[in-house]
């Protein structure tokens, strides 16, 4: 079945920029999906498709993918920014259908 | 804006089954290409896609719970279902639904409702 590896923790100061990774066998012919999901919350769809936002989500928040790694990057983070993120493809050749990274917690210094 | 709530109870026993239920807002269950679906995260862990149901009725499950899930809907009621048969302490969970635009993710959720399964 296909494995998404994440980093457990990323930290980052306040206005500074996070990257998160998201690595996974050949993901960049897949399509790589991003939540945020704070404290007590359900999950929030941030990027789709690789690079999209949905509405209301800022423009910091951005996202690539190529070769073996997908990336959620955050510019000029704040504190709200603090939260789990997890990455999400369809696999088709997976039962699973739907599979999601083990998440990165978020820390703000 | 569609929104989804979780109901059902909140604790069930060892051996027997958990039902939960949707209820779909701000839009019909039945008039677009979506797929409904359950998702579930045992507290401080990540997220598991339990499985999905279109309007037609059709399904598709993990195959790591395939033998225990039925997801079932009412488009009467803008409903869809889960039931989650022979729970052990290991189904404790937080339940979320959510919806998928036919484009492999998940652009609405639940705010999800935890189940505890103890005698």
């Given at each position: 079945?296909y494995v998404l590896t994440q980093p457990p923790s990323v930290s980052v ?97 | ?26 839009g019909s269950i039945s008039s677009g290409s979506d797929y409904w679906n359950w998702i579930r995260q045992p507290a401080g862990k990540g ?73």
């Amino acid at each position: 079945s296909y494995v998404l590896t994440q980093p457990p923790s990323v930290s980052v100061a306040p206005g500074k920029t996070a990257r998160i990774t998201c690595g996974g066998n050949n993901i960049g012919i897949k399509s790589v999906h991003w939540y945020q999901q704070k404290p007590g919350q359900a999950p929030v769809l941030v990027i789709y498709y690789d690079s999209d936002r949905p509405s209301g989500i800022p423009e910091r928040f951005s996202g690539s993918n190529s070769g073996n790694t997908a990336t959620l990057t955050i510019s000029r983070v704040e504190a709200g920014d603090e939260a789990d993120y997890y990455c999400q493809v369809w696999d088709s050749s997976s039962g699973r259908s739907y599979v999601f990274g083990a998440g990165t917690k978020v820390t703000v210094l | 804006q569609v929104q989804l709530q979780e109901s059902g109870p909140g604790l069930v026993k060892p051996s027997q089954t958990l039902s939960l239920t949707c209820t779909v807002s701000g839009g019909s269950i039945s008039s677009g290409s979506d797929y409904w679906n359950w998702i579930r995260q045992p507290a401080g862990k990540g997220l598991e896609w339990i499985g999905h149901i279109f309007t037609s009725g059709s399904t598709k499950y993990n195959p790591s719970l395939k033998s225990r899930v039925t997801i079932s809907v009412d488009t009467s009621k803008n409903q869809f279902s889960l039931n989650l048969r022979s729970v052990t302490a290991a189904d404790t969970a937080v339940y979320y639904c959510a919806r998928d635009p036919r484009q492999n993710h998940f652009d609405y959720w639940g705010q999800g409702t935890l189940v505890t399964v103890s005698s």
